[in-house]
């Protein structure tokens, strides 16, 4: 227990929580607002923490946090990357990690081939000052992957997939041996509540596929209001305890303070943080401080925190903190109208803000607090109990926060001031939101958040348009928020080309989920931005996308019209790799659905624009892809010439795995025709391949595909001696499905002597 945070009347429940995580499961703990929750999860993480900690059978757990915050999703991927950190941070946990990825490489790159690359280059430098990079670029090389796989948009923070999640665990405990607790603090505000719940069923479901894991969450309960967020995630937690076994659900309730050493242990602590106590504290004695505390950890936190000099303030702190309502802050922030508007403005903003991080804190600080401000504006507010904290600033409690908010966005006597306030915080963070870099998330957080209050104070609907636009980026998998704004929102940027590439690409991503007449004006607002801003490249790149998504459903000359469109855009703007990557999907696509002298026209365009950018990875892919669907087609010296230029392709850009997926496809498939000498080539073309890339399951699984092919017309020795290959290829990768079915079919077949 640290000194400056103590917990109190929690043993019990700490005990329980320990025994739960002995084993995998997953485990609710619920309580009402302020009712110790998250100290109590702070707690176990430190108990879990101490290397001396150890289950039964002598193995140490590593624990990874994430507190949710409703503007972004993937709670469980930021809370694998604490889990990381906290493991790597640990010297002797890091020079392990470093020992043991050197000595077991290979095992575990075959053990985990799509994550074999970003785990190497996790591992190959623990230089502990890059640690937090590194182990982001580990995260966002793996979602990258995900969304890629699945043809999604761009967007802030993408998530892991359930698999890229367990395996994450599986690599981490063969290294470390030691057991994953993954703590999930507000889980009624996650951003994603239905996908995580979701992931958390498929966990319990399939616990056996995982290393020793325990997941915690923590809930609101029952929900303080009606509010629909919170309900939603104490559902889905009843849900996830209702349906699996290994769920539990322990309900929090006050603290047990019946041990009377520990009854004297609160009371001194409350008396170290008031001033001048012995004329009244000491008096009330422990018995009576106990009963108006309650047991309630929000009201000997409130108390603590607020100092109060006299036995009246004592017992009016206490009243109010077990009724939430707040009415000091409110009282102060209405007097600030008259004692210092300055001050006003800085606490509204506050309010109207996320709750602040340091890295949110330091992103957002010149937007909170103006040159002129006094430099001790902070120091005053902590001083007037507005703020609980100065670095970074806090209300404290989260139900104090969202008091605050709640005052300025619906007391009439505040709500005037909070209108200015809004309008500037919301172009603020546009302006600086033109870009989808982790480092300008809190930019993206903060709109959303400011979108939520924006309606409320009936502001401008091109405000409520930005904050959509943001919203859009950070949670791409639902649908658009406030999309009847957008419009708006693309007028004002129009004339104010700072807030342009958000709108952009806002306007891009509710064309994604748009149809017919909607999807029409809302590229034709794409197009019309463009015009408003030729020159800036991140408005041009929402437009391109948006015209390769609108070419992928059109025909005829409507499809015709968009191509030309994007080939004038790129033309106007040749060097700009962000419209040469949307072109080159355009051609694909209308090459996919092309014929004869047209096909081939689109094909040589796409030739011609991989010559001039050689090094333009996704227009390589494009003709690659090109070649291959050219090729199936093609028979006798047309089919050997695109299989060579498939080759030359490879052989050009040998690390390109989306370039050699198609030769091996390409080779199979020219193997199922051929003959003698010929098959004899290809088929050892395909092990030279495989040989070369043994991790990419894109090669190896056509290789299998090749063997098969030729134990089903082999004889004998050969015949042997194929399936004997194909036995050797499962064994060097039994975790791949498509090699394991092919040698099933195999060991229950004939060989054609057979």
Known sequence: MSADKPIFGRRADLELLLGRVERSGLTVVAGLPKQGKTRLLEELRDTLDDPDYQTADGRGFLVGWDEAVEETPNTLRRALHELYLRWLSHAPYRQQAKRVWQQQKDRLAAGFPDMAENLGGLFSDLDPSGLTKGIHRLLSGLAQANRDLKGESEGFDPPLSYDQTRDLLQCLFEISDKNAVLI?????????????????????????????????????????????????????????????????????????LNDPAEGREVFQHIGRHIDNRDAWYNSLGPHEVLTIINGHPGTLADVVDARPRSEQEFRRVAAEARGTQHAALRSTLEALRQADRALLKIAIRLALLPEMRPDSWEALRPLVIDKDVPPDALPDLEARKVLQQQAPPSFGHTTRYEAARRFATTVDSLRAYARPEIEHLVLGCAARLNRTDPELLPFGESLVVLGLSAGQLGVHPAYIGLSGAAFSLLLPQLSPAWPESLPAAASLAREEPSVAPLVGMGLFHAFHDAEGDEATALLNELRTLEKAHPEDAAVRQPLAM?????????????????????????????????????????????????????????LDELRTLEKAHPEDAAVRQRLARGLFNAFKNAEGDEATALLDELRALEKAHPEDAAVRQPLAMGLVNALQDAEGDEATALLDELRALQKAHPEDAAVRQPLAIGLFNAFINAEGEEASALRDELRSLHQAHPDDDAVARILKVIEGAPSKAG
């Open 184 to 256: 999930l603090d507000a889980f009624e505000r996650s951003g994603c509540i239905e996908r995580d719940a979701d992931n958390l069923h498929r966990f319990l479901d399939r616990h056996d596929e995982w290393p020793p894991c325990h997941i915690l969450i923590a809930v609101r309960e029952p929900p303080a209001e009606d509010d629909p967020r919170e309900l939603g995630g104490y559902r889905a937690a009843e849900r996830l305890v209702g349906s699996h076994r290994r769920a539990h659900m322990h309900t929090l309730g006050p603290m047990d």
């Open 546 to 602: 948006g015209l390769v998504n609108a070419l992928h459903d059109a025909e005829g000359d409507e499809a015709t019209a968009l191509l030309e469109e994007l080939r004038t855009l790129e033309k106007a703007h040749p060097e700009d790799a962000a419209l040469r990557q949307p072109l080159a999907m355009g051609l694909f696509n209308a090459f996919h659905n092309a014929e004869g002298d047209e096909a081939t026209a689109l």
